[in-house]
């Protein structure tokens, strides 16, 4: 009996789920590299350096392979859109609340992404019903972020509400840009690679223009701190990317959102093993 070639499709879909599991692990590591950088750079800087590092990693890619950009102004306003909402004020929320909490913590909450995607798809942009399993997860998810901030706890906690309450910010960020996506420019005709060359080549020129306003501060480089940055910006702002493009388009965004929790599982066990932070019960239990 003569076996059944996979079709490309087939094959194709079989590609994704180890381009979603890397693209889970480099975001995991992420939280470390964010962490490092932020001993010799401030929060802007290092959104500044991921982003433009991000874009020329993915901009050779995109000259290499000799890839159309898109003609069309409206796809051009929908990217800078994204490029805002999906890059700029996510990145520089988690940037700044790092400061305040473990990254660890940070990658924790990151894991409310697809809460966060689930709610802006049903209810914002219309791209997906949500079945009554589905809310109830995401009252469970809820209940899961109120044990991580610990409340019974009291306001003093030696990990900021309010650095705690802007990663939130910044995943209903990512929620609202993935639903986003699925609205407006799922028939854009652009490769993922392209998409996420407009998509971080957009955000780091906007970077560059506000330099003045919020990069232009001391600095303490040493190779730590380079290193971090450039992982950070041409693998996890840069390669990873593409990734997740290529698991959104085959998923959807609800789907592809659960890449967050991969993350956490990699960026608690860096944070204790590297840097030695500390794991109170509740982030673990309200994890889970």
């Not at 490029?83 to 473990?102: D, G, I, K, R, Y």
């Not at 959104?248 to 860096?270: C, F, H, K």
């Amino acid at each position: 009996m003569t076996p059944r070639t996979p079709s490309p499709a087939s094959a194709s879909q079989a590609s994704i789920a180890p381009q979603f599991v890397l693209c889970g692990i480099v975001w995991g590591s992420s939280f470390l590299f964010m962490k490092v950088a932020l001993e010799g750079i401030s929060p802007a800087q290092v959104v500044w350096g991921r982003l433009l590092l991000g874009g020329i990693t993915l901009g050779v890619f995109v000259v290499l392979r000799r890839e159309p950009l898109p003609r069309r102004l409206a796809v051009w306003g929908h990217m800078t859109v994204l490029a805002v909402s999906f890059c700029v004020v996510p990145f520089l929320l988690f940037s700044w609340a790092q400061q305040h909490v473990t990254s660890g913590l940070a990658s924790i909450y990151n894991a409310t992404t697809p809460i966060m995607t689930a709610i802006m798809a049903w209810l914002v942009f219309r791209v997906e019903r949500l079945k009554i399993g589905q809310m109830i997860g995401i009252l469970v998810g809820i209940l899961g972020v109120m044990v991580i901030i610990a409340p019974w706890q009291g306001l003093d906690l030696s990990q900021s509400v309010l650095a705690q309450l802007t990663i939130l910010g910044a995943t209903a960020c990512y929620g609202f840009s993935l639903a986003y996506m699925r609205r407006f420019t799922s028939n854009t005709g652009m490769s993922a690679l392209v998409f996420s060359f407009l998509n971080i080549g957009i955000a780091a020129a906007v970077m560059l223009v506000l330099t003045p306003v919020l990069v232009l501060t001391p600095v303490h480089l040493d190779i730590w701190v380079i290193g971090s940055v450039v992982l950070l910006g041409c693998l996890g702002t840069g390669i990873a990317y593409i990734w997740n493009q290529n698991a959104l388009r085959a998923w959807g965004p609800t789907r592809a959102s659960t890449v967050t929790y991969i993350t956490p599982v990699v960026g608690v066990l860096l944070g204790v093993v590297v840097l030695g932070e500390i794991l109170t019960w509740n982030e673990p239990v309200g994890a889970v």
